[in-house]
Every structure is written in structure tokens, then in C-alpha cells.
């Protein structure tokens, strides 16, 4: 959610799942603003400058340089665990507000801790007490991933996948490989993912982003992807799109934060409806909702009104992210039936 001031969205009345949220580029400026005047964090404490800082602006450059620049100041906000609880719960409270039933939020330990030098077990512990908590409190489910970067070291990426398989009994569900895809490979990653994947974590790679769709093969093929972030370049290699499609992988789309990064050149050009005809399994997701400054359901909209993609494929596609879901077995079904019966899909 970008802020208190997002107008509503005629599509927030449609039930919504996504799988793909990075809880630090979730964070409300209202909540950046607060933090930065308590803590006398070292950024401007007025609304609009503050937002250019970490808000992707109509002026940036459209590179993903620019966009993960943001995230750069985002780290200085991880001043105290009241802060890391604060941001958790608000990034439930914002999916619950869009109408979103199931999140599955992402974050990325190594990000949380840095400000303050916190462990990373209990930067960990922290948010999935409080993403758990919103939950109950917010009426909606919520799945936890944690994320490490490409552009960071392996070896903090094993701290952080050998904590999250400790933490797989309490809702913690994945391992994701995020960053800086075009200039970092994923080779360091490939023993750990697959160890991770053994013991249980469900893995979900960013790739075919700002790399090639070679990088999809990779995933799939090297970390043992079950779905990819973005993607969308896959469409660069028939044989590769063939893989995925075999495969039953699923893409984690992110229409807006593919504009905004340079994927693409133009919003109405977005390969989303391409995949979709290539029989893709394609989901519908915000990436970093307050970077781009948007909802899932504004996603939804520009799906349907600039992508032309119609209202019953969007409902199938909330029924393939709940399917897609990495919650256990059991708790998946129920979630399915109550979809498909809210949707008559
Ligand atoms: N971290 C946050 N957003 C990201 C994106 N779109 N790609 C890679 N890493 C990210
Ligand atoms: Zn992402």
C-alpha cells in the first residue's frame, strides 16, 4: 500500500492472493516519516523529499539500478525490534485492507539487521511473531519466505537458510534469491538452495527479470525453483518457456515494478498476456507495493483495463496463486474451495 492517501480501487472488492511482496519495500511513508523523527534516522523528515529517496518518482530513471537504490535508504529505517514489529504488521494490515486472504510476504533478514547490527535469528523471530499476530488480528493468512540477495555473500545466505529451516514449524515456508540479477549469477547459491529445498523449504527464485531467460532455466534447473519471480523474459527462449510450461512452474508477475525497473519500455506492451497464451502459469503480484506506490488491486486494474487481460482469466489466476501457494497440503485445499466458491470459478 503506498499510503493513507491511495484513492480506493473499485477492484479491492475482488479476493485476492499474492505470492509475491517484499515486506521492505512495503513500508508506509506516514510510518518512514515517524521512525526518521524518533529515531533520528539521517533522511529528510519532510513527506515529498523523503519519497524520492524511496519511492520510485515520475522523473527516475525507468533502470533497475534506480530501484534497488531505494532499498538502500529503506535499510536505515531497522532502528529497534519495535520498529521491525511496527513495519510487519502495518505490511499485513495494508494486503488485509486490499482484500488480499492469503500473503505470502517476503523479507529479507540480511536488510533488517544491518542497521543495528541485530542477529539474524532474532530479526527472523520478530517477524513471523508479528506477521502471525496480524494475522489474527487482520483476518487474513499469511505465509513467510525469507529472501537473500545475489549482489550479497553466500555464506550470510546459508545463516539465513539454515535459520529459516529452523523456523519452518512456525509459518516460515520459503527461500528466495533476490538482488541484483543482472550483474551477480547464481552459481555461489546452487548448493545452498538445493540443501534448503531438502529439508523442506520451498524455493521461489527471482529470475528472467533483469537477466536472461537462461536465468529461468537456471532456477528451475540448478536451484530447484517451483516458481519464479517475474520471468517475463522467458518469452526470449521457446525451449526454455517449454521447460517452464513442463515444469507446471509458476510466474510471480510484477506488471508495475517491471515498468518502473526497465523491463519494459511501455506498460501496454507487458508480456503478461503473451505468457498467458503461451499456457504460462502467470500470477498477478505487487513486488514492493510503497516503492512503486501502488495496491495489488491497482495491478489487477491495469491488468484488466491496459493488458485487456478479462475478469474470469484474472479470477483463475487468484485460483493458480492460492494453488501455488506454499502453504501445507490441508490448509491450501481449504483455501482453494473457499476461493472457488467466493469466485464460482
Ligand atoms: N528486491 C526487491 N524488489 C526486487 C526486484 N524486483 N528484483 C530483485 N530484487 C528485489
Ligand atoms: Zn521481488
Given at each position: 500500500?503506498?499510503?493513507?492517501?491511495?484513492?480506493l480501487?473499485?477492484?479491492?472488492?475482488?479476493?485476492?492472493?499474492?505470492?509475491?511482496?517484499?515486506?521492505?519495500?512495503?513500508?508506509?511513508?506516514?510510518?518512514?516519516?515517524?521512525?526518521?523523527?524518533?529515531?533520528?534516522?539521517?533522511v529528510?523528515?519532510?513527506?515529498?523529499?523523503?519519497?524520492?529517496?524511496?519511492?520510485?518518482?515520475?522523473?527516475?530513471?525507468?533502470?533497475?539500478?534506480?530501484?534497488?537504490?531505494?532499498f538502500?535508504?529503506?535499510?536505515l529505517?531497522?532502528?529497534?525490534?519495535d520498529?521491525?514489529?511496527?513495519?510487519?504488521?502495518?505490511a499485513?494490515?495494508?494486503?488485509?485492507?486490499?482484500?488480499?486472504?492469503?500473503?505470502?510476504?517476503?523479507?529479507?533478514?540480511v536488510?533488517?539487521?544491518?542497521?543495528?547490527?541485530?542477529?539474524l535469528?532474532?530479526?527472523?523471530?520478530?517477524?513471523?511473531?508479528?506477521a502471525?499476530?496480524?494475522?489474527?488480528?487482520?483476518?487474513?493468512?499469511?505465509?513467510?519466505i525469507?529472501?537473500?540477495?545475489?549482489?550479497?555473500?553466500?555464506?550470510?545466505?546459508?545463516?539465513?537458510?539454515?535459520?529459516?529451516?529452523e523456523h519452518q514449524?512456525?509459518?516460515?515456508?520459503?527461500?528466495?534469491?533476490?538482488?541484483?540479477?543482472?550483474?551477480?549469477k547464481?552459481?555461489?547459491?546452487?548448493?545452498?538452495?538445493?540443501?534448503a529445498k531438502?529439508?523442506g523449504?520451498?524455493?521461489?527464485?527471482?529470475?528472467?527479470?533483469?537477466?536472461?531467460?537462461?536465468?529461468?532455466?537456471?532456477?528451475?534447473?540448478?536451484?530447484?525453483?517451483e516458481?519464479?519471480?517475474?520471468?517475463?523474459?522467458v518469452?526470449?527462449?521457446?525451449?526454455?518457456?517449454?521447460?517452464?510450461?513442463?515444469?507446471?512452474t509458476?510466474?510471480?508477475?510484477c506488471?508495475t515494478?517491471?515498468?518502473q525497473?526497465?523491463?519494459?519500455?511501455?506498460?501496454?506492451?507487458?508480456?503478461?498476456?503473451?505468457?498467458?497464451?503461451?499456457?504460462?502459469?502467470?500470477?498477478?503480484?505487487?513486488?514492493?507495493?510503497?516503492?512503486?506506490?501502488?495496491?495489488?488491486?491497482?495491478e489487477?486494474?491495469?491488468?484488466?483495463?491496459k493488458?485487456?487481460?478479462?475478469?474470469?482469466?484474472?479470477k483463475?489466476?487468484?485460483?493458480?496463486?492460492?494453488?501455488?501457494?506454499?502453504?501445507?497440503e490441508a490448509?491450501k485445499?481449504?483455501?482453494?474451495?473457499s476461493?472457488?466458491s467466493?469466485l464460482?470459478?
Amino acid at each position: 500500500m503506498a499510503d493513507d492517501t491511495t484513492p480506493l480501487n473499485k477492484y479491492i472488492t475482488l479476493p485476492k492472493v499474492e505470492l509475491h511482496r517484499h515486506l521492505e519495500g512495503s513500508l508506509r511513508l506516514s510510518t518512514m516519516l515517524d521512525i526518521a523523527r524518533k529515531h533520528g534516522v539521517t533522511v529528510p523528515v519532510s513527506m515529498l523529499n523523503l519519497s524520492g529517496l524511496v519511492q520510485v518518482q515520475d522523473k527516475d530513471p525507468l533502470t533497475f539500478s534506480n530501484f534497488l537504490e531505494k532499498f538502500k535508504t529503506l535499510r536505515l529505517f531497522y532502528k529497534s525490534p519495535d520498529v521491525i514489529h511496527r513495519v510487519t504488521r502495518e505490511a499485513v494490515e495494508d494486503a488485509a485492507r486490499d482484500n488480499v486472504r492469503y500473503l505470502e510476504l517476503r523479507f529479507t533478514p540480511v536488510a533488517l539487521s544491518r542497521a543495528e547490527g541485530f542477529p539474524l535469528h532474532d530479526v527472523m523471530d520478530w517477524v513471523i511473531t508479528s506477521a502471525g499476530e496480524a494475522a489474527k488480528d487482520f483476518n487474513i493468512k499469511v505465509g513467510l519466505i525469507a529472501s537473500v540477495n545475489r549482489h550479497e555473500s553466500p555464506e550470510l545466505a546459508e545463516q539465513v537458510a539454515w535459520l529459516a529451516v529452523e523456523h519452518q514449524k512456525r509459518g516460515l515456508r520459503g527461500l528466495d534469491l533476490a538482488g541484483n540479477e543482472a550483474e551477480f549469477k547464481s552459481a555461489p547459491f546452487h548448493e545452498i538452495f538445493k540443501e534448503a529445498k531438502g529439508s523442506g523449504l520451498r524455493v521461489t527464485i527471482h529470475a528472467g527479470e533483469w537477466g536472461p531467460a537462461e536465468n529461468v532455466r537456471d532456477a528451475i534447473e540448478n536451484l530447484g525453483a517451483e516458481r519464479i519471480g517475474h520471468g517475463v523474459r522467458v518469452l526470449e527462449d521457446e525451449s526454455i518457456t517449454a521447460l517452464a510450461k513442463e515444469r507446471g512452474t509458476t510466474f510471480e508477475v510484477c506488471v508495475t515494478s517491471n515498468f518502473q525497473s526497465g523491463v519494459v519500455n511501455e506498460l501496454e506492451k507487458h508480456p503478461l498476456p503473451r505468457m498467458l497464451e503461451k499456457g504460462l502459469k502467470v500470477t498477478i503480484n505487487t513486488d514492493d507495493p510503497s516503492v512503486s506506490r501502488i495496491t495489488l488491486s491497482n495491478e489487477v486494474q491495469l491488468t484488466h483495463e491496459k493488458l485487456n487481460v478479462s475478469m474470469d482469466t484474472l479470477k483463475k489466476s487468484v485460483i493458480l496463486a492460492a494453488e501455488s501457494s506454499f502453504l501445507p497440503e490441508a490448509e491450501k485445499g481449504e483455501l482453494v474451495r473457499s476461493l472457488k466458491s467466493e469466485l464460482a470459478v
